[in-house]
C-alpha cells in the first residue's frame, strides 16, 4: 500500500523531475523506504508477541499461585491429622478400614 500510494507520486511527477534526477537515486529511495517499513513491522511484530506471551504467563502465574497455596496448606493439615485417623474410629470401622 505504502510502495504503491509512493510510485503513484513518482509517476505523476513531471518528466523535467525524472530528466534531473539520477535512476540509481530513485530506485535506491524506494529499496530504502520499503526496507525501513519492513524492518520495522518486524520489530512491531516481536515487540507485540513478546508482550503478549509475558502477559499470558504473568496470568498463568495469579492464577496459579491461589490453587498451589490452597494445596500446600491442605497437604499440612492433612499431614498432620492424618495420624489421629485410626485412633479416632470406633474398633469396628478401623478392622474394616
Known amino acids: 500500500m505504502l ?14 523531475f525524472f530528466d534531473t534526477q539520477p535512476s540509481g537515486r530513485l530506485i535506491a529511495r524506494f529499496t530504502h523506504d520499503v526496507e ?3 524492518i520495522d513491522l518486524q520489530d ?5 508477541v513478546s508482550c503478549f506471551a509475558a502477559v499470558i504467563v504473568a496470568l498463568a502465574v495469579v492464577a496459579a499461585s491461589p490453587r498451589a497455596s490452597c494445596s500446600s496448606r491442605w497437604r499440612r493439615l492433612f499431614q498432620y491429622t492424618s495420624p489421629c485417623k ?4 470406633p474398633p469396628a470401622a478401623s478392622s474394616t478400614a
Open 44 to 48: 512491531t511484530i516481536n515487540s507485540f
Open 3 to 16: 510502495h504503491d500510494r509512493l510510485l503513484d507520486k513518482v509517476l505523476s511527477l513531471p518528466m523535467s
Open 36 to 38: 525501513t517499513t519492513d
Open 86 to 89: 485410626g485412633t479416632t474410629w
